[in-house]
């Protein structure tokens, strides 16, 4: 018998704990609600609803933000299972198709749409679309191509920032000369190691082959082991698997988590001296770095190598779809699509906007300010490749190509692996 | 005769017959009655807006109460049937549970993988075989059938020779308790905990900085230069395999030292009398009374070689040529949403645990236990 109580006992013990978790996310009666899901967490996540407080404070309506890490596999149980969020932050472009062509999105409605048409460049409601409707709505995004370094080192050495790519290239030598070692690069990002590799190659696609041919590599008009993709991976390869123009080589490329890779900069000597990353960059550095980041941090858009192209601007971003249609949901929307969503997040800092009628002073810092600039006016920006191919190659055989190339694999092998990779 | 017995034969064929009337409406109402304060109970707790504290107490009495009412019910209903019948029945009020369950989680589950292996990424068209034809030509997948062979050999010789050669030894020491659960110690933690711990063995800086990483600190004490262990090909399986090694010896080591216990001593005795050496009674004695323990632990090992996931996933992410059969379909499912390669990858992996199991359960069965 007293077993038996025992055994009770423990039930009753463990069965609150089990519906708890399940209680938690019921929304309070009365109260209008908006379910956002999304990618971002920590801080991020503190930044984003502190930007959205002030239409919680205007319409009364609560907005509930989730993040989680694993958002990729979450959302898509979550829509499979019957219960998604009434909004979800998309960060590639993928699922968009993915759930669009599955039903399971609510369409831009006219007043939304009228709202992005004025507050967009085009062509970000062209990568909200799929089959010619409009449904995902940017806000935060980020701009890949820029090279930091330090600032104060390279004043010391009189390294000057390069606008052509032969400069650049000049400049390596230069510090090599030197005793220095050029970049930093590191590509280890967990599951998904790689895709620091895949931007310095779409990076150079874009200089090398124009935004025409790069759309066509993305859609596989042409082959993945096409000669234009093939050069972009033999100038990358001129840097890459030269140990004297990579810090620690092509082990470390491989082995150095993309978060740590732009510390060795600021090592006293600097251990490295570039870095190519997106403005996401600044959140990986160090404290003391973070709080001058002005004085401490340089930054470059990386050249152009064709000056047909000029220097194209390649970068992301999480899009906004909805799945629940009601009132709240669609109020919420529309102030996503309006600078004001974004303004107390640029003041707080760690993010830039693609709107084009955003105040640019109320960018924390100069940097940010400067590459939100070069977004709002590049001639040619293109979405992040790898993001839009489809996930077996974008996700999968482009990143592991990268690894596999970067490990001595031979270039002509590794690219018609990722082309026979290529879902038919 | 008179017109008495007759009347009463006929109320007693009208009251038989109303009491199985009445017999079969309790019947029915007693499970309808259940089933309906376990339904209320459901949608109490599905659509109510009532304080946690309240759902909570609602939630315990139905998952407890609902238990015991289902149980007292069937068991009721079973004792209702004649004997015979019940007797059969009888069983399946204790196990029915368990087997509904187990059918519902396991069963159905893998019939719709089965069936999902058959069909193109969102499960839409018919592919016939393309998936299975994918499992097995997919460079990729080559490398992990590979892989997880060499899994199975090196990861299941290592935990099974150094378990039994752990348990020999710590047989004839004093301390024998001390050194068995310093070895038993990593069972405690998960696959993934391990990966975090191995990653710190592993850890590989450029030379000229200060070495992290256990064994590159040791390697550039002794002046050598700091090794990438992880990218080393063919190699970095056998640094991964080692982590498993580590995690699993101990419950070979425990299994394997109870068995060797049962060795009755007598005839080890005879075995020196005769003048055998120590190394002949292992071989001769010890060895042949405990195999089918050693066959038990080993199937059991190969079973979580052939399922490896976590120490890859959290160590090297399938990549630099460390792909394993799991590491591949969880890619497929959960990255390249590719539900028909994954749910055939899957099949794959079923299939070839299936004879293992079944020998391992037999082992079982056989031996009435451990």
Do not use: C
């Not at chain 1, 025409?212 to 100038?235: G, L, Q, R, T």
């Not at chain 1, 709080?291 to 999480?318: M, S, T």
């Not at chain 2, 009347?7 to 007693?12: D, F, H, L, N, T």
């Not at chain 2, 504290?53 to 009412?69: F, P, S």
């Amino acid at each position: 018998m007293k077993k038996v109580v025992l055994v009770l006992l423990m039930v009753l013990l463990i069965l609150p704990a089990a519906f708890a978790g399940g209680q938690a996310d019921k929304p309070d009666t009365g109260k209008k609600t908006v379910n956002v899901f999304g990618a971002f967490v920590d801080e991020e996540q503190r930044r984003f609803e502190e930007a959205i407080k002030p239409f919680e404070e205007r319409t009364g309506i609560d907005v509930i933000y989730e993040g989680s890490k694993d958002f990729e596999t979450l959302i898509s149980v979550r829509v499979e299972g019957g219960n998604p969020p009434d909004i979800a932050g998309l960060p590639q472009p993928g699922l968009m198709t993915n759930f669009a062509s599955q039903g399971k999105l609510v369409p831009m409605w006219d007043s939304l749409l009228e709202t992005v048409n004025t507050n967009y460049a085009p062509v970000w409601k062209d990568l909200g679309s799929y089959n010619g409707v409009p449904y995902g709505v940017f806000h935060r995004v980020n701009a890949k191509s820029f090279v930091w370094y330090p600032k104060k080192a390279w004043a010391r050495e009189g390294y000057e920032v390069p606008t052509t790519w032969d400069e650049m290239i000049a400049l390596m030598d230069k510090m090599v000369a030197n005793g220095h070692t050029p970049w930093s690069i590191g590509i280890e990002a967990g599951g998904a190691t790689g895709w620091v590799g895949t931007d310095w190659v779409e990076d150079v696609m874009l200089r090398i082959a124009g935004p025409e041919v790069y759309d066509k590599w993305v859609n596989h008009e042409i082959p993945f082991n096409a000669p234009e993709v093939k050069e972009a991976f033999e100038i990358i390869g001129k840097i890459w698997l030269n140990p004297k123009y990579v810090y620690g080589g092509t082990n470390t490329i491989l082995t150095q988590s993309y978060t740590d890779s732009p510390r060795t900069m600021f090592d006293n000597p600097p251990k490295s001296w570039m870095h190519r990353q997106g403005n996401f960059v600044t959140t990986f550095l160090s404290e003391d770095v973070q709080n001058n980041l002005e004085e401490e941090l340089g930054v470059f858009p990386l050249p152009g190598i064709d000056d047909e192209f000029g220097i194209p601007v390649l970068g992301g971003g999480d899009q906004f779809v909805v799945f629940n249609d009601r009132p709240e949901v669609r109020e919420f929307m529309e102030f996503l699509a309006t600078w004001e969503s974004g303004e107390l997040w640029a003041k707080a800092g760690g993010a830039i906007f693609p709107y084009l009628n955003q105040d640019l002073s109320a960018y924390e810092n100069d940097i940010e300010r400067s590459l939100a600039e070069a977004l709002v006016n590049a001639k040619v920006f293109r979405f992040d490749a790898s993001d839009l191919m489809p996930g077996q190659v974008g996700a999968g055989s482009f990143w592991t190509g990268i690894v596999d190339w970067v490990n001595g694999k031979p270039l002509n092998t590794m690219l018609n692996d990722v082309e026979r990779s290529w879902p038919k | 005769m008179t017109t008495t017995d007759i009347r009463s034969e006929k109320r007693g064929v009208l009251a038989s017959a109303l009491i199985t009337l009445g017999r079969l409406g309790v019947s029915l109402f007693v499970p309808i009655v259940a089933f309906g304060i376990l339904w209320a109970g459901f949608i109490f707790l599905r659509d109510s807006n009532a304080s946690q504290a309240v759902i909570a107490i609602v939630a315990i009495i139905w998952g407890v109460g609902g238990v015991a009412m289902l149980f007292w019910v069937t068991d009721w209903l079973v004792n209702r049937a004649p004997l015979s019948v019940a007797k059969k029945l009888q069983p399946f009020v204790f196990v029915g549970p368990a087997l509904a369950i187990l059918a519902w989680y396991l069963f159905v589950p893998t019939m719709r993988s089965l069936y999902l292996s058959f069909f193109d990424a969102q499960s839409n068209n018919f592919v016939k075989l393309d998936n299975y034809i994918f499992a097995f030509t997919d460079a990729k997948m080559l490398e992990s059938f590979v892989n997880n062979l060499m899994w199975i050999v090196l990861g299941t010789g290592g935990a099974v020779g150094f378990g039994l050669l752990i348990a020999l030894m710590a047989d004839r020491v004093k301390l024998e308790k001390v050194y068995k659960s310093l070895i038993f110690m990593p069972m405690a933690i998960s696959f993934v905990g391990a990966g975090v711990i191995w990653r710190f063995v592993y850890a590989y800086k450029p030379a000229g900085e200060d070495q992290i990483g256990l064994l590159n600190a040791i390697v550039t004490l002794f002046g050598g230069e700091p090794q990438a262990w992880f990218t080393m090909a063919g190699w970095n399986n056998v640094f991964l395999i080692v982590i498993l090694v580590w995690l699993q010896t101990g419950y070979a080591m425990v299994i394997i030292s109870a068995a060797l216990k049962g060795v009755p001593s007598s005839i080890i005795e005879a075995g020196r009398i005769d003048g055998a050496s120590e190394i002949r009674i292992i071989r001769s004695i010890i060895i042949p009374f405990i195999a089918s323990t050693l066959v038990t632990v080993s199937t059991t090992i190969v079973i979580i070689s052939l399922k490896i996931f976590d120490i890859v996933f959290t160590m090297t992410n399938g990549n630099y040529g460390t792909e394993v059969i799991a590491s591949m379909q969880y890619k497929q499912m959960f990255r390249f949403y590719h539900y028909g390669r994954g749910s055939a990858i899957a099949m794959v992996l079923v299939i070839a645990v299936i004879p293992v199991m079944w020998y391992n359960l037999r082992q079982f069965s056989k031996r009435e236990g451990f």
